[in-house]
């Protein structure tokens, strides 16, 4: 069997982790695994329940036989239904910071996760990729930008998405999950001691992605084929 890597990208929220990942991912013909739309599709679910996403108990119950599945294209299936656009609404973006920090729905996405980074080669971005999910990985890069700069990226993308939003609101969930990630009690946000920092802040995406693949180039030797 052909030796696999494991490319880990953590970080804040709206750091641009899932669209430099994703490209980086296609340049090198890996898998992408966006653990992000893992932990939204949960909170969609608990709120679909019209269970109280802030109530741990309550979210946890939605675990037990739940299905998601990431297919190309970006598209996210949760227990049959196709939430690749709910899941980036902003009830389910001012909620699932609370669902990634509850241990029990981490660890059930946690083992999904690890099982396809055994299979083939990945690039998984999140908040503990390189510091729990996968401590092993072959690459890990902790790509950070200012909270304004943060704000406006997502921002921009919820209009062009057709989500109706407001640059103040997005700045202050941007802060609001800043707090909770890197305070809550299991597997906070922070970088591995191991891993390389990349500040996006004044990068284009084709220049965070030209960052990112220069550190896979010297630490494994695997660059673009083309």
Known sequence: MEKTISIAIDGPAAAGKSTVAKKVAELLGFTYIDTGAMYRAVTNAVIKKGLNPQDERQSETVLPGLSIDLLPGGQVICNGEDVTRIIREPL?????????????????LVDMQRALAKSRSVVMDGRDIGTYVLPDADVKIFQIASVETRAV?????????????????????????????????FAPLKPASDSVLIDTSFMSVDEAVEAVLRVVKEKTGVAPKC
């Open 92 to 108: 389910v973006s001012g909620n699932v910071s609370y669902i990634a920090s509850y241990k029990n729905v981490r660890l059930a």
């Open 153 to 185: 990226r997502r921002y921009e993308e919820n209009i062009a998405k057709g989500i109706p939003t407001s640059l103040k609101d997005v700045e202050e969930d941007v802060r609001k999950r800043d707090y909770i990630d890197s305070h809550r009690a």
